[in-house]
């Protein structure tokens, strides 16, 4: 993909602490000049919100993007005076380089900051599978921004504290078998990673499949994450008779997927249509020239480039002055981005709604906040007490990179 702004003039994401150091050293040299009404703000305890990802991974963009559509939202609801009457929003980051295990240690970390009402997950569904209980068990309101398996969500936990503003496997997979049948590819091979995520899309698929009527799925191949070739599941799809391969993938497994796949004969390449899993790295660099032979395209949730222009604007203009982004056109992992500045915001009316840190009232506020006007699009409500997925199928999109790298919607 395309190279952010982020962190400097690096070709890539800075590490996270270098990152925050930068970041915080502009925050502080802008102080000065802050109004009086802010500088109130920085004399106030603040309310925290916590984020653990996947910082320390190699070649991962996912928590980059998280971080930053926090970053904004919290700046801009600072800048409007914070919530509880003028408190400010302060972000604690953890790192849990994608392991389940790290990850529990850190929710409980968090769950010990004095008035910290919410943490927002990673990437990955199978830490967030894991970290429900735990969640549930803290009394701490879980924000999903990325992952997308169904059970996040889906579970029999009450009152859940876990709340999506993201893709959800349900949605993903009949929407990807309906582009493939629209473009006459109705025999699918899927390409499934052998995790929760994967089997969260097959049952998806099977359901979409079983109702729907309009595609058949013609095998699946499963991946184990980090193998050194995956071409001979592929050659399996496509003998078993599939016209496209819907692949669930992250960015590495996926450009081995389309390195390997542009070394056969043209007569055994078929499209490739990818889950969003492969925007949260560095997938454009790691498929090199391959990306370019063959048709690849990937769902999506929200696009920079379709977005309202005047809410476009107002992200680029708070995202300039703190010197995350210069340009809306090579924002990295841009679902990522827009799913936790919407979800920010919308925290932040729901602390105001609660009145106080409590995460309880908070849970229950973010159940009973009305309206919001975000990024991706207008939320009337967001959640309610019986749906905590606060984007359906109106919302996806699929998408393919430009020879620049730049991800744009689809025009087909």
């Given at each position: 993909?395309?190279?952010?702004?982020?962190?400097?003039?690096?070709?890539?994401?800075?590490t996270?602490?270098?990152?925050?150091?930068?970041?915080?050293l502009r925050?502080?040299?802008?102080?000065?000049?802050?109004p009086?009404?802010?500088?109130a703000?920085?004399?106030?305890?603040?309310?925290?919100?916590?984020?653990?990802?996947?910082?320390?991974?190699?070649?991962s963009?996912?928590?980059?993007?998280?971080?930053?559509?926090?970053?904004?939202?919290?700046?801009?609801?600072?800048?409007a005076?914070?919530?509880?009457?003028?408190?400010?929003?302060?972000?604690?980051?953890?790192?849990?380089?994608?392991?389940?295990?790290?990850?529990?240690?850190?929710?409980r970390?968090?769950?010990?900051?004095?008035d910290?009402?919410?943490?927002?997950?990673?990437?990955?569904s199978?830490v967030?599978?894991?970290?429900?209980?735990?969640?549930?068990?803290?009394?701490?309101?879980?924000?999903?921004?990325?992952?997308s398996?169904?059970?996040?969500?889906?579970?029999?936990?009450?009152?859940?504290?876990?709340?999506?503003?993201?893709?959800?496997?349900?949605?993903?997979?009949?929407?990807m078998?309906d582009?493939?049948?629209?473009?006459?590819?109705?025999?699918?091979?899927?390409?499934?990673?052998?995790t929760?995520?994967?089997?969260?899309?097959?049952?998806?698929?099977?359901?979409?499949?079983?109702?729907?009527?309009?595609?058949?799925i013609?095998?699946?191949?499963?991946?184990?994450?980090?193998?050194?070739?995956v071409?001979d599941?592929?050659?399996?799809?496509?003998?078993?008779?599939?016209?496209?391969?819907?692949a669930?993938?992250?960015d590495?497994?996926?450009?081995?997927?389309?390195?390997?796949?542009?070394?056969?004969?043209?007569?055994?390449?078929?499209?490739?249509?990818?889950h969003?899993?492969?925007?949260?790295g560095?997938?454009?660099?790691?498929?090199?020239?391959?990306?370019?032979?063959l048709?690849v395209?990937?769902l999506?949730?929200?696009?920079?480039?379709?977005?309202?222009?005047?809410?476009?604007?107002?992200?680029?203009?708070?995202?300039?002055?703190?010197?995350?982004?210069t340009?809306?056109?090579?924002?990295?992992?841009?679902?990522?981005?827009?799913?936790?500045?919407?979800?920010?915001?919308?925290?932040?009316?729901?602390?105001?709604?609660?009145?106080?840190?409590?995460?309880?009232?908070?849970?229950?506020?973010?159940e009973?906040?009305?309206?919001?006007r975000?990024?991706?699009?207008?939320?009337?409500?967001?959640?309610?007490?019986?749906?905590?997925?606060?984007?359906?199928?109106r919302?996806?999109l699929?998408?393919?990179y430009?020879a620049?790298?730049?991800?744009?919607?689809d025009?087909?």
């Open positions: 993909m395309g190279h952010s702004s982020i962190g400097g003039s690096s070709p890539h994401f800075a996270p602490g270098t990152r925050r150091r930068r970041y915080f925050a502080a040299a802008a102080v000065v000049g802050l009086m009404t802010l500088r703000l920085a004399s106030s305890s603040p309310v925290r919100v916590g984020v653990d990802a996947e910082f320390g991974l190699e070649d963009t996912s928590a980059q993007a998280i971080e930053l559509g926090l970053r904004v939202a919290i700046a801009e609801v600072n800048q005076g914070g919530v509880l009457g003028g408190r400010p929003l302060e972000l604690v980051t953890r790192d849990n380089r994608s392991m389940p295990a790290r990850a529990m240690s850190n929710l970390d968090l769950a010990g900051q004095t910290l009402v919410a943490v927002f997950g990673g990437k990955f199978p967030m599978i894991e970290a429900v209980p735990l969640a549930q068990e803290l009394q701490l309101p879980l924000l999903a921004v990325w992952s398996a169904d059970p996040i969500v889906e579970h029999a936990y009450r009152p859940s504290y876990v709340f999506r503003l993201a893709l959800r496997d349900s949605l993903a997979m009949p929407k078998l582009t493939a049948a629209t473009r006459g590819l109705r025999r699918a091979g899927l390409f499934l990673a052998n929760g995520w994967g089997r969260s899309n097959l049952a998806a698929a099977q359901r979409h499949v079983g109702t729907a009527g309009r595609s058949t013609a095998g699946v191949g499963w991946y184990n994450w980090g193998e050194r070739t071409v599941r592929y050659r399996s799809l496509v003998a078993n008779g599939a016209e496209i391969v819907v669930v993938a992250n590495d497994d996926g450009a081995l997927l389309v390195r390997e796949v542009a070394q056969l004969p043209a007569s055994e390449r078929v499209p490739l249509l990818f969003q899993g492969i925007t949260g560095r997938f454009v660099p790691m498929c090199g020239p391959a990306l370019q032979t048709d395209s990937v999506q949730t929200f696009s920079f480039f379709d977005a309202d222009a005047r809410q476009r604007e107002r992200f680029m203009a708070t995202a300039r002055r703190l010197g995350a982004a340009g809306h056109e090579h924002i990295e992992a841009p679902t990522g981005v827009a799913h936790a500045y919407d979800l920010l915001h919308i925290l932040a009316l729901a602390v105001d709604q609660a009145g106080s840190t409590n995460r309880p009232a908070v849970r229950a506020a973010l009973q906040v009305r309206s919001h975000g990024l991706i699009k207008h939320y009337a409500p967001p959640f309610t007490r019986t749906r905590h997925e606060a984007l359906g199928p919302e996806l699929i998408a393919r430009r620049d790298g730049a991800l744009v919607p025009a087909r």
